[in-house]
């Protein structure tokens, strides 16, 4: 900062040299930086000291979340609040058919009975928020604080699975995925400021992928299935789980694999017996199954998450509007495509109206790819890619996609984004829209700087810990292999520049320039724009997951 | 960010790994620099959404009434006006008391809320506004003042202090530059409780850093404009005028430094005090606000001299206020003279750290009128002794934590407290610091570890426990008596530290004079 400052004695020599060699015992020497304490590089670290250090780690992202407790959080409060006291004061048989509130229980038994498990602790700090009735929209303090600690005490599960996944990866790596998953913005702008519970679900999912690339498969597929009675939009994967574990756990000949097939299509069927049971004994489970899969609701969100349909949509208005150009008469929709399906109207005017069915078969069509790899060469290493896209797939052709779901594939792609330095700048463009396409779902100015705040930091840290990870490990491949050290090294392309820079673009036109020109007009342009921007982002993610599965072998 | 720090930290623990935890470092100071400051922005805007100090008590409510009031004064008033009595400006409610700086601070801040949301800082009208836009609009004020004062400060201060030490302890420095930024008493005050402290320590911050790489003019100038924003920065000015003083007397000429210094912080008070300067009597009217006398010696329950030992000493009732004035000031001159006269002997730049923590303690417990807050003054100096000193920056940060706890609860500021409190626990236990502290495991570990199970007691009986009725404010009292004792010994050890500075120049001076 300061020449002279440089030039100046060093502050510490000015005062007498004697300062070092003082006798008292108070003041240790100062060499932080060179502590020989453990003097050879263990492979494998010690289990305490990894525990310790994933603990500091999540515990100084506790710290950010217990700050965010009373800071804006969406109806999803009000509707874990309603199942807390559902599951609360009515009998089993009645969690799935009660109407007392809008927001009816539509998870699947597990969820329900974590929900349970919460109520007992929520009807001891405050009887009110479990009431049925006299707790609808209930929000007193002891409510948000005891809520908003659920989801903070159960994101330690999701600790718990990057703890497993990363245990015997090297020191590096581990920190740094670490730091990508438990500091993910997204997770925080939607468990911790929206309200959700994705990072206890996600958790589960990560230790079912950890048991399944130890090649426990019985475990891993064990504990899908338990996932799947929690939260059921996680079944987009169970395809590739289906075709995997078939082919890598059911080996052996013909007897050994059908049995192998028995023991765990039993546990399988023990689990969902487990869940599905109670009800189908209550002759509930028609009325479960309708909770959770309401076709009712339209092919897009309110919001429309930035996937494959978005083009659909925009090519179809464009469509329309040419076509009346020219002089055709086209008739306008009445239906539209937040909405559900009203009675036969299609909500394009032009396209091919899309159906439930429709989409549920390009999901397939496109994870095929991945089925067939999945087939022929069942790997473990492949199967948190495979199952990665799988996700993604789902998100991108789903039916009625939340822009939330980008959460399930974002976070299992950390594990693997340091892999190569593909698999990095992947990541890094990846996360950054999974992100930025979440923004909408905090609106009002007093989370504004914090979600910014949040993806900035995830970005820095993300940039910093690629490139430096990446130098280091090809500064030594090139001294010894002679490569050429640019081609492998962490940097941002122009192209990848010129799309983050339309990012920021695209958020400064709707925060700032929109409200000038249009004042309080078209409120949904700048969201359409956000959606229509981040799907080139995850359209291009999509496409680079496929190359990539099946470019590998 | 931490996660940062604690990279930076890890290699220290294992040297043949150190490049994992480094790859913070490895990309260039400025970008791990980056990561710090943003994670202090950070949380500086998660304590923000919570309450500040009188959200929603009429008819006085709080410190943020009373930064929008002067706001709301200094736009409305000619200059004339601000400290005055009027129809206008109820000098009772909420007036202005403090120097002229935090009015034009004031005035530039009531600009930037005018724009956005005109009702806020209507004449009269305004008194009491609480909005949530007008809230947001108060913590922005706050935010930028300290992003864009105390942040560059304390980068300043860490350029400086670590330019001539070792290259390699960049993970320390790290650890070092979260620790001041980090330093949860002052968030909390001032992003929590609301006020703008971040202001006057931003500049002293400045100011002993631009001293620290001997550019003395342009550190006296900023010190006169700390003190010029806050009159409490004077805590400062023994060590300030000490060490000045002192390195004047070791030049060739004396009287000429003297001079230069003198006349540098004459001709800034001049201007930040010109429009005062047109009678004689109006600064004097100015002054007379700034020293609040008539609040008595001590409110509430604070840690220092005379409300600790009002419990056997009913000083209230003994003396007159204008006795305690006196009692007061020789009190304090005479418990400082002593830190002063080791940095005008002795004056080396560790010294000076010293000495500005030992003046500031003084301060605190013998000045008139002291506050709970003012913790936050002493507490500056000691996380500039951070890698020096770790330990006795540890303890001073618990107990000016516990000693603010009965304030900040009353501003139902428990949940951002808690928080901080973690975080720092966990930051300065962010390996690269470990080692030093495990060493100082000595005679006095018992002593601490009941200090701190004192203190989470007190903590946890203070929230659960109502107090009997006889004595309603036992459990303050008595967590002001364990916080005495600790600051008292960090005074002492202080002191006693100065000492030995002293000792050994003099031993350098006379082994040199040998050679």
Redesign the interface.
Known sequence: MSPSSSSSPPLKSSTPNTTRRRPKAMKPPKNHHKHHSDQTPIPKPKPNRLITEILWVSLVATCIKFLLIPAYHSTDFEVHRNWLAITHSLPLSQWYSDETSPWTLDYPPFFAHFEHFLSFFASLVDPIMVHLQQGLNYKSQPTILFQRLTVIVSDFVLVFGIYRLTRNSGYKERVLIWVLVIFSPGLMIVDHLHFQYNGFLLGILLISLSALEEGKDLLGGFVFAVLLCFKHLFAVAAPVYFVYLLRHYCRGGLIRGFGKLVIIGSAVVAVFAAAYGPFLYHGQIQQVFHRMFPFGRGLCHAYWAPNFWVFYIILDKVLAFSLVKMGFSVQTPTASFTGGLVGDSSPFAVLPRVTPMVTFSIVLLAIAPCLIKAWKDPQPRMITRWIAYAYTCGFMFGWHVHEKASLHFVIPLAIISLKSVEDAKHYFYLSIVSCYSLFPLLFEAQEYPIKVLLLLLHATLMWIGFSSHFTTTNRKAAESEQTRYNKTSFIVGWFGKLYLLGLVAVEIYGQFVHPIIFAERLPFLPLMMISIYCAFGMMYSWIWQLRQIVKCH | ????T??A?????????S??????T??GTA??F??IT??A???R???S??PYSGAGTPPKYGDYEAQRHWMEITLNLPVKEWYRNSTVNDLKYWGLDYPPLTAYQSYIHGLFLRYFDPQSVELYTSRGYES??GK?LMRWTVLLSDVLIFFPAV??FI????????E?????RLWHFAMILLNPCLILIDHGHFQYNCISLGLTVAAVSAI????DIVGSILFSFALNHKQMSAYFAPAFFGYLFGKCLKRRNPFLEVLKLGLAVLGTFTVLWWPYLYSVEAPFEVLSRLAPFERGIYEDYVANFWCTTSVIVKWKRLFSTQALRILSLVSTVSTCLPSMLLLILAP????FLFGLLSSSLSFYFFSFQVHEKSILLPLLPASFLA???PLIFRWLTYFALLSMFPLLRRDELI??Y???Y??FV??Y??P??R??TR??R?PFTTLKYFAIACSLLLHIVYLMVTPPRRYPFLFEAVMMLLCFCQFFFVFMYTNMKQW??LK??S??VREKKNI
């Open positions: 960010m931490e996660k940062k604690k990279k930290t890890k290699p220290s623990r294992d040297g043949s790994e490049n994992i935890w480094s790859f913070l490895q990309k970008a791990s980056i990561c943003l994670f922005i950070l949380v805007i998660a304590v959404i919570h949530y836009i947001l980068m300043y350029i400086v202090y670590y330019s001539g030490i070792h390699g302890s960049k993970s320390g620290l790489s001997d550019r080396s730049r560790r010294n890698i020096d000193e949940l951002p808690i928080a901080l973690g975080l966990l930051l236990n962010a690269v610091q080692e030093d060493e100082t000595s030995e500075l050994l120049s031993q350098t």
